[in-house]
């Protein structure tokens, strides 16, 4: 069985994954493609703060440090993720080809979808814009239903 690393998302969505993607959605301003970096705030997500994430995404060379990493992930991965540098870490458990998924969000400019290959977990990132590039990333893990 293989994973699924995707810059297209699955016509239904894990609903938990659903409700971030609306929450991203709904931070568009005009014509934008993505939200600004500022305006994300996860106390808007209450009921999903234990697999919810964010990340800075550095530019030259690419890399991606966990601001934060709910419960459910930091459980899942085994360790405490905030201030680590995706690159770093070994890409397990629930961040199973995750420095991967983290630069085509960036590439794409657009969010991409990971189901694992065992298919127990599958995880959303969404890019968001500041300064110029796109500079956060915004995550969730979910339970496939």
Known sequence: MSSTLSSTLPGTLEPDLAKVLDYWKDLLRGENPMPFSDDIDLSRLPDLSSALMLLTAFENPDRF??????????????????????????????????????????TQRAPTYFRSPFGNYARILLPTWGEGHVTLLLGAIAQPS
């Open 65 to 106: 440090r966990f601001e934060t990493a709910g419960e459910k992930i930091a459980l899942g991965y085994g360790a405490p993720l905030a201030g680590k540098f995706s690159d770093e870490m070994e890409q397990s458990g629930p961040l199973e080809e995750f420095t991967e998924q983290c630069r085509l969000t960036i």
